[in-house]
């Protein structure tokens, strides 16, 4: 039975708005290039638009630390702006969905100046997370937690007196204090603030650190293996690999079949899902269907299912196939676990393949996650060097089998380009706090944020007219530009056109999957509302079917098709 439900089968589209397009001319995108390019995402055939922050912002975790959540940093533009760009996304079809970004603010925040000023015990100071400090004179921190971003998770204050002060927690960057969410206080200004923007239009929320906010009672302390990835879920890849729960021999496992690890006491805590509750109640007050999406690494999907109870949030990424490697068994697994918890629920699943947080997969695909935890990045002293030819046929073939699944499935900007990881960034050019905690022993996120091409020949690639660039651009990156891809029938554009065509064509977002038997283990092979997909994620051609008459054709390939087999690493769909 089908739904009116938009986002149950939504193609959502996430724009990173410092990368897409600066109208300006500054070197940084902004809202008014990203209206003057949403032509572009309507042709590519996506229903929704997600935008990470464009809010008031010092810009020390590039928007993450918001100093206004209900306003547009300068950099970005202006409300009238924003505003602009709403009502040119609803008249091309496309939803809107923003960022928003609770677990943390800026430290320039009105609300924390106003609690560094305020004496201990204050009502200033209770919005954040303060502590005095352990050991003699307090100089100790309140305890051992470290930051995602590297350092201790603590800092201390200095009080106006000159003397030192309090502590506060910072989960991230010390210029991202945590909001105390125990605060009553707290939880009524983020309701306006979901307001603020509803009232404007927007079609939902993408939640940052979803499983996030509440803390353990007493915050004791806790050891993560070592090496363990940047958002620390129950039972990470990273957590895994360093804990000694999984070896190189387990890593063809789906990232749902792996050790759970004991919960950290800073995520995943039950009383998020009170603050979820309240949320959605804000967001049931809307037509429209609404959405909560939350940002929640969570393993297994069974335990991220949680999240997106009939009364919480709607979807929830699905962080445990984006971490599942390039093979068919690993894949079947993940697929069908998730599958299961999510409809356990009345949820659909999601699936997602890069982000503005992971190596871009056309790079991550050819990887061993055991060199390269989560959040590690890549760079030119990195451990392996990929192939990149190997890195985008695989990363195209995997994009076709996943825009073929029922559900929900997310594209971040560039992919559709088959843009790979930029690696060879200079030292000096880099911008992600996890370089600067980590004192360059990782790499970080800048790879998969370097802004995206438009145009072969134009200054920056059509990022701009004057060629200047927040992070500087590769020289291939003219190979990848729109421009050269457009109409051309073989480039991963048009893969992209075709595959999201044929989605909405036969309603797949809405399907039903079926496993088909008889094919080897290196080979994925399921139906969904009448098309057959295909994926050999093998080393040897596999035999296609002969199918049911003279009818049955390939509608769609990642690669070419030698007679009635098919190639390595390639995905085909048969209708």
């Known amino acids: 039975m089908l739904t009116t439900e938009w986002w149950r089968s939504a193609v959502i589209y996430q724009v990173y708005p410092r990368s897409f397009a600066d109208a300006d001319g500054d070197g940084l995108g902004d809202l008014a290039g990203i209206t003057r390019r949403l032509d572009a995402l309507s042709v590519l055939g996506v229903d929704a638009v997600w935008l990470s922050p464009f809010y008031t912002s010092p810009q020390n975790d590039a928007g993450y630390d918001v100093a206004d959540y209900c306003d547009v940093?300068?950099?970005?533009?202006?409300?009238?702006?924003?505003?602009?760009?709403?009502?040119?996304?609803?008249?091309?079809?496309?939803?809107?969905?923003?960022?928003?970004?609770?677990?943390?603010?800026?430290?320039?925040?009105?609300?924390?100046?106003?609690?560094?000023?305020?004496?201990?015990?204050?009502?200033?100071?209770?919005?954040?997370?303060?502590?005095?400090?352990?050991?003699?004179?307090?100089?100790?921190?309140?305890?051992?937690?470290?930051?995602?971003?590297?350092?201790?998770?603590?800092?201390?204050?200095?009080?106006?007196?000159?003397?030192?002060?309090?502590?506060?927690?910072?989960?991230?960057?010390?210029?991202?204090?945590?909001?105390n969410w125990e605060n009553p206080w707290v939880r009524e200004q983020f309701k306006d603030i979901l307001r603020f923007w509803l009232d404007r239009g927007v079609d939902g929320f993408r939640v940052d650190v979803a499983h996030g906010m509440v803390k353990a009672a007493g915050m004791p302390d806790y050891t993560p293996p070592a090496n363990a990835g940047s958002m620390g879920s129950s039972a990470g890849?990273?957590?895994?690999?360093?804990?000694?729960?999984?070896?190189?021999?387990?890593?063809?496992e789906a990232a749902s079949d792996r050790p759970e690890l004991p919960t950290p006491p800073y995520w995943a805590q039950d009383g998020v899902h009170e603050i979820n509750r309240e949320w959605r109640e804000v967001l049931d007050e809307y037509e429209g269907d609404r959405v909560l999406v939350a940002e929640a690494w969570v393993d297994p999907p069974r335990k991220l299912a949680q999240w997106v109870r009939p009364d919480e949030m709607h979807q929830a990424f699905n962080f445990a196939y984006l971490e599942t490697p390039w093979n068919a068994?690993?894949?079947?697994?993940?697929?069908?676990?998730?599958?299961?918890?999510?409809?356990?629920?009345?949820?659909?699943s999601t699936w997602v393949l890069s982000n503005h947080d992971v190596i871009r997969h056309?790079?991550?695909?050819?990887?061993?996650?055991?060199?390269?935890?989560?959040?590690?990045?890549?760079?030119?002293?990195?451990?392996?060097?990929?192939?990149?030819?190997?890195?985008?046929?695989?990363?195209?073939?995997?994009?076709?089998?996943?825009?073929?699944?029922?559900?929900?499935?997310?594209?971040?900007?560039?992919?559709?380009?088959?843009?790979?990881?930029?690696?060879?960034?200079?030292?000096?050019?880099?911008?992600?706090?996890?370089?600067?905690?980590?004192?360059?022993?990782?790499?970080?996120?800048?790879?998969?944020?370097?802004?995206?091409?438009?145009?072969?020949?134009?200054?920056?690639?059509?990022?701009?007219?004057?060629?200047?660039?927040?992070l500087p651009q590769p020289e291939i990156?003219?190979?990848?530009?729109?421009?050269?891809?457009?109409?051309?029938?073989?480039?991963?554009?048009?893969?992209?056109?075709?595959?999201?065509?044929l989605r909405a064509e036969h309603d797949l977002g809405n399907g039903a999957l079926e496993w088909l038997q008889g094919y080897g283990s290196e080979t994925i092979a399921f139906r969904n509302s009448g098309v057959t997909v295909i994926a050999n994620t093998g080393t040897e051609s596999v035999q296609l079917p002969a199918g049911d008459g003279p009818g049955t054709r390939i509608v769609l390939q990642s690669a070419g098709v030698d007679g009635g087999t098919l190639p390595p690493d390639t995905t085909v769909w048969l209708v």
């Open 73 to 179: 940093d300068p950099r970005f533009g202006t409300l009238a702006d924003f505003d602009t760009l709403m009502a040119r996304a609803h008249e091309l079809g496309l939803k809107v969905i923003v960022d928003l970004v609770p677990n943390h603010s800026s430290d320039q925040h009105r609300w924390f100046q106003a609690a560094i000023r305020a004496p201990e015990g204050s009502e200033e100071r209770a919005r954040y997370i303060f502590r005095d400090g352990k050991g003699p004179g307090g100089d100790e921190a309140p305890n051992n937690w470290e930051s995602v971003f590297g350092g201790p998770a603590w800092s201390r204050i200095t009080d106006e007196n000159g003397k030192p002060g309090q502590w506060y927690l910072h989960l991230f960057d010390s210029s991202q204090p945590d909001l």
């Open 237 to 252: 890849l990273d957590d895994a690999l360093a804990s000694g729960a999984l070896d190189a021999s387990g890593m063809n």
């Open 329 to 348: 068994d690993a894949i079947r697994r993940v697929v069908d676990a998730s599958l299961d918890a999510f409809s356990s629920v009345g949820a659909p």
């Open 362 to 470: 056309a790079t991550r695909l050819v990887l061993n996650p055991e060199l390269n935890p989560q959040g590690a990045g890549i760079g030119p002293n990195s451990p392996e060097h990929p192939d990149p030819e190997l890195g985008l046929r695989r990363a195209r073939a995997a994009s076709a089998l996943m825009l073929a699944l029922p559900g929900s499935a997310y594209v971040y900007q560039g992919e559709e380009l088959g843009l790979p990881e930029a690696i060879h960034l200079p030292d000096e050019s880099r911008q992600d706090p996890t370089w600067f905690r980590t004192d360059g022993e990782k790499y970080g996120r800048d790879g998969c944020r370097v802004p995206i091409p438009w145009e072969a020949e134009a200054p920056a690639f059509g990022f701009n007219d004057t060629g200047l660039s927040w």
């Open 477 to 501: 990156w003219s190979q990848f530009a729109r421009d050269s891809q457009e109409g051309v029938p073989d480039s991963t554009l048009e893969l992209y056109k075709r595959s999201l065509a």
